[in-house]
């Protein structure tokens, strides 16, 4: 089932930036701008902030990329760039099919692949250029793929107005003026190594969708949402994560930034980035986190700081994964929010400990590669954290699907579907898995049906052309010039040695099929005749080989002394098929086939087989008549062809003269025009220069106002730049003092910390001293009553003794 065929190309057709950005060092130095106005009237005050992709106003039309792609390509990362800002230039190669594959086929979310002629009528039918003239995709963070050097990866925040009518499957809406404003969407462009040609785009997977005015969704899904007519929801989430959705609270988007000067230099952000990573994304030292943090997936989210670190906490990958590898790659600050670092992650691991209270099973996991974010506050306390979100679903063996939900697919542990994807995407897999003994395609496959025949079909076409077809032009070529009497008059040693002799003599007959069969047309060319000009008995011979080659002409006019070999040939061809039979009797003659060319070549220069001319046994009468008859009919023949020869001469003349009597008046009137666009150019010259003298005046105060124009400008850059670097440099000297301050706090907490240890301490000596003496108290108190109860008890026996 294609939903919404394609999210055409979730791309859709955008705008395209020029120029890549590939380096943030000028966030360390942007301006300071009051944000009184919107976001977009911020971009247009920001015309040569390189981070934001090149111009910021809106354009009707693509920008033509700065080079043209190679003819000759080679897959160099800079041919790469190139090809993928070519791409881009044509609205995603919509607007220029010969920059795709035949075995090109499209990768989205939710639905199934798209080949090529699916694509461009995908693109044809929603044509989102006419409904947003000034589409623009705003690219930027161009890079190649580190495990895939013929792939291009970038992002895009496309924007545009809807000015035009939408189109969308099954109704058609009005233009309403509203801006769109997309969230980051991942790129893919796979290219092929000996073409250069586009081979897999992968587009419409969204990089945070809380980000924008689209409700998190691109292309013609974004489109229709400014439009008035959004998607539903089961089209796109789970059908659990939507009922979710409905009894849960409203999520709202996220505000646009207000500032695109970043709280700490780049290298810095960075820093901060790889630090919540080290410390397992903040979950091994919350502290790292603000108390305000969330964190969003593609799915699930928003959860606070509480909620994430318990969660997340419970997952101990590196225990049910002890050789986990996970690769982050690509660090970058975001160009549209500078207080946000982006960077490229992948996993891969085996699972032989326990996970989530399931026993290992030696399962692999190889996860694709997603897009992780990071954004901070002034203080570098983590305010937000996105994961999950995947670039590419064709690579690994999760499903297409990222985070926890890709590593419990991966190790065959997966999830309800219910909770991971959406309802076409369920649909369309419950059909792979019911077709696949029939397509071969498994439902975890992004391959089209006919992806593997179109890929032979291609290496077929790549391969070098074998010359075998080239064997049966020859013969046609001595049938190919043919003179102005009659089709008969190609022949094939025309263009060799005897053109200069019988330029009208062709052999064109030899090429039909009769003489193909009779295999003689190709001795009638070789006339062997010439070779023994003094011997009348090859006659009976040649005239075997004419009637053989009923259709060649005669080479009789190279050898005028001795006629018959030319009557040779050919001449007899059209009077003397009946003879065809006779022709049989020479067939030893022509026991070698060859072409005609190479067959007059050798009689030419004699290193023809002459050995059949000896085969003079023709000392019967019927044969001397035979050979008598066509010579005369081949002298006949001659004179014909040398009166049309004469004729075709003086038409050739007098189209000639035609012609130059053509050229002649062509001439004159070429020089009348000439004279007269001399005159009115002269005239036109006179009045520019009255126009410049007059214009002169007016110009030098514009000159002079745009001199001062200038200088006041520079003077305010000048200002800006210097006010930037002071809050640069207030920022740095306040971010010093908060690690001062941080440092002094924890010092003064270590300090207060262990006075309190030794407080407890002697609180604890002096408790046990108390109690010593409280014990020593007790044992004299006893010593003492004991010693009390013996004088008693002497004094009683005293008293007893006495009594």
């Known amino acids: 089932m294609k939903v919404w065929v394609s999210l055409l190309l979730a791309s859709g057709t955008y705008g395209f930036t020029n120029q890549p950005v590939t380096n943030h060092a000028s966030l360390k130095s942007s301006t300071a701008i009051s944000m009184a106005d919107s976001f977009d009237g911020i971009l247009s005050k920001l015309p040569s902030f390189p981070s934001l992709g090149g111009d910021n106003k809106e354009s009707k039309s693509p920008t033509p990329p700065t080079a043209i792609p190679p003819i000759d390509f080679q897959p160099t990362p800079e041919s790469l760039l190139i090809r993928a800002r070519a791409v881009l230039a044509s609205d995603m190669a919509t607007k220029d099919a010969t920059l795709l594959d035949d075995s090109f086929r499209w990768i989205g979310p939710n639905t199934d692949p798209l080949g090529r002629e699916d694509y461009l009528a995908a693109a044809k039918f929603f044509d989102l250029r006419a409904a947003f003239p ?18 291009v990866r970038f992002t895009t925040r496309t924007v545009g107005t809807m000015r ?79 009922i979710n959705r409905f009894f849960g609270r409203t999520v709202s988007q996220l505000e646009e930034p207000t500032s695109f000067l ?25 502290d790292l986190l603000s108390g305000g943090f969330t964190f969003c997936g593609p799915i699930v989210g928003p959860i606070n700081k509480e909620d994430f670190v318990r969660q997340f906490s419970g997952f101990d990958l590196k225990s049910a994964f002890p050789d986990l590898d996970q690769k982050y790659e690509n660090f970058r600050v975001d160009p549209y929010d500078p207080y946000r670092v982006w960077v490229d992650a992948r996993g891969s691991g085996t699972w032989t400990g326990p996970l989530n209270g399931k026993e290992p099973n030696g399962a692999r996991y190889e996860g694709p590669l997603e897009a992780v974010s990071f954004t901070f506050d002034d203080d570098g306390f983590c305010t937000r954290l996105t994961a999950g979100a995947v670039i590419d679903p064709t690579m690994g063996n999760t499903g297409g699907l990222g985070g926890v939900f890709g590593i419990f697919y991966a190790v065959g542990a997966p999830l309800p579907a219910a909770a991971t994807r959406a309802f076409p995407q369920i649909l369309s897999r419950l059909q792979k ?55 008969e008059t190609a022949a094939p040693a025309k263009p060799f040695f005897a053109a200069p002799k019988l330029p009208t003599i062709p052999i064109p007959e030899p090429a039909t099929p009769a003489a193909k069969k009779a295999v003689k047309p190709k001795s009638a060319p070789k006339a062997a005749a010439p070779k023994l000009p003094s011997i009348s008995i090859p006659k009976p011979p040649a005239p075997a080989k004419k009637t053989a080659k009923p259709a060649p002409k005669a080479t009789a006019p190279k050898l005028p002394s001795i006629s018959i070999p030319k009557p040779t040939a050919a001449p007899a061809k059209k009077a003397v098929k009946p003879k065809a039979k006779a022709s049989t009797k020479s067939i030893p003659i022509q026991t070698e086939p060859s072409d005609p060319v190479s067959d007059a070549f050798g009689a030419f220069f004699g290193t023809a087989k002459v050995e059949d001319t000896p085969k003079p046994k023709v000392a019967d009468e019927k044969k001397v008549n035979a050979a008598a008859a066509a010579k005369a009919k081949a002298d006949a023949k001659r004179k014909e062809v040398e009166e049309q020869k004469a004729q075709a001469e003086a038409k050739r003349k007098e189209v000639e003269e035609q012609k130059a009597a053509a050229a002649k008046k062509a001439a004159e009137e070429k020089v009348a025009a000439a004279k007269k666009a001399a005159e009115e150019k002269a005239t036109a010259a006179k009045k520019a220069d009255e126009r410049k003298a007059a214009g002169q005046a007016a110009s030098s105060s514009q000159r002079q106002a745009a001199e001062e124009k200038k200088k006041a400008a520079a003077e305010a850059a000048a200002e800006a730049k210097r006010i930037a670097e002071e809050k640069k440099a207030a920022a740095e000297a306040a971010a010093e003092a908060r690690r001062l301050a941080i440092e002094e706090k924890k010092a003064a907490a270590e300090a207060a910390a262990e006075a309190k240890r030794q407080i407890a301490e002697e609180k604890k000596a002096a408790a046990a001293a108390a109690a010593e003496a409280r014990r020593q108290a007790e044992e004299e108190k006893k010593a003492a009553a004991a010693a009390a109860a013996e004088a008693k008890r002497k004094i009683a026996e005293e008293k007893k003794a006495a009594a």
Not at 134 to 145: G, K, P, S, T
Not at 189 to 198: A, S, V
Not at 209 to 221: F, H, K
Not at 263 to 286: C, H, N, R, Y
């Open 262 to 286: 970043a709280p700490f230099p780049e290298s810095v952000m960075i820093q901060l980035a790889k630090g919540l990573i080290a410390a397992e994304l903040g979950t091994k030292d919350p």
């Open 433 to 487: 898995a019911a077709l696949k003994p029939i397509t071969k395609v498994d439902v975890d496959d992004y391959n089209l049906v006919t992806s593997a025949s179109a890929s032979e079909k291609v290496e077929k076409e790549d391969a070098p052309v074998a010359p075998a077809s080239i064997p049966p032009t020859p013969p046609p070529k001595p049938a190919a010039t043919v003179s102005a009497p009659k089709t």
């Open 134 to 151: 000034d589409l623009e995709y705003r690219a930027h963070d161009f890079r190649i793929d580190e495990d895939d050097p013929l792939t």
């Open 164 to 242: 035009g009518e939408l189109r969308l499957r099954t109704d058609t809406v009005s233009p309403n003026g509203k801006r769109m404003r997309c969230p980051p969407e991942a790129i893919s462009l796979t290219f092929n190594p000996q073409t250069g040609k586009l081979t897999k785009l992968v587009s419409g997977f969204t990089m945070d969708r809380l980000v924008g005015n689209t409700a998190g969704l691109c292309g013609i899904m974004a489109a229709a949402t400014i439009a008035g007519a959004p998607p539903s929801e089961w089209e796109i989430y789970p059908p659990l994560s939507v």
